[in-house]
């Protein structure tokens, strides 16, 4: 199985911004945390963070035929991007929505999100756990 994990806007700067809200661990110490349980899972796991919206839904789009699932953290992009969502509707993506901080206890303009509809589910405020959590709801599907 195939696995292509993206991540949007300022998750590059984890470990440094409101830790409050997305924890102490980097990006780069989370997708560390990823693969090794990936790897545990016999899964080939990719892994691509972007703060421009085009190069997300480029990367999306390569995701078409090549990958089984996608594990997708907006970030930002969760609450404006149509672009995003068309791009995930028109590969027909399988994918599993992630946040480190529980959106609906948040701000209100961040409880709304335009892929979430369309997701297999969506995990959020479980902060790196979310993304483990990802691997394992995907697994438990292709059984």
């Not at 972007?50 to 699932?69: A, H, L, M, Y």
């Not at 068309?86 to 993506?93: C, E, G, H, I, P």
């Not at 209100?108 to 691997?135: E, K, T, W």
């Amino acid at each position: 199985m195939k696995v292509q994990v993206i991540n949007g806007p300022n998750l590059n700067m984890l470990g440094q911004r409101e830790k409050d809200h997305y924890g102490e661990l980097t990006l780069d110490k989370i997708n560390e945390l990823i693969l090794q349980k990936a790897k545990k899972m016999k899964i080939d796991i990719g892994f691509f963070q972007s703060n421009e919206e085009g190069q997300i839904v480029s990367k999306i789009q390569e995701c078409s035929g090549e990958n089984d699932f996608i594990i997708i953290n907006p970030a930002a992009f969760t609450h404006t991007s149509i672009a995003i969502r068309d791009a995930l509707l028109s590969v027909k993506a399988k994918f599993v929505e992630v946040h480190l901080s529980n959106i609906f206890n948040r701000e209100d303009f961040r409880q709304h999100s335009f892929v979430s509809s369309i997701a297999l589910g969506v995990i959020s405020g479980f902060g790196y756990q979310s993304y483990l959590m990802a691997l394992d709801a995907i697994d438990n599907i292709q059984k």
